[in-house]
């Protein structure tokens, strides 16, 4: 019903930025109900971990390891998701997932797609 694809990763030095993006497309009337957008990320012998998120009506929500040098936004359709990334740390090293949900069940299902997933390295 939809798809998630991220784009904008990519090698790049310590203390450097990077803007991923997610392009969401699919059925209108599903996308519409997918009020929250994040971005998860996950290391090799690491779990995924939650990024950034942000829901409409324009709260955000930031792992403390991020905040002041991400930033989460969104265009004005809802269909596309972006990731500022600032200052990059050897750490921040890891597969970049976008993921879009609906927050609460809609008619008993609860809507939750992800992406493929874009490699970001940081070098020293």
């Known amino acids: 019903q939809v798809q998630l694809v991220e784009s904008g990763g990519g090698l790049v030095q310590a203390g450097g930025s990077l803007r991923l993006s997610c392009t969401i497309s699919g059925s209108p009337s599903t996308i519409n109900i997918l009020d929250v957008l994040g971005w998860y990320r996950q290391a090799p012998g690491n779990q995924r971990e939650l990024v950034a998120t942000t829901i409409t009506g324009g709260r955000t929500n930031y792992a403390d390891s991020v905040k002041g040098r991400f930033t989460i936004s969104r265009d004005n359709t809802k269909n596309t998701a972006y990731l500022q990334m600032n200052s990059l740390k050897l750490e921040d090293t890891a597969v970049y997932y976008c993921?879009?949900?609906?927050?609460?069940?809609?008619?008993?299902?609860?809507?939750?797609?992800w992406g493929q997933g874009t490699q970001v390295t940081v070098s020293s």
């Open positions: 993921n879009a949900r609906s927050q609460i069940r809609i008619g008993g299902t609860l809507y939750d797609f």
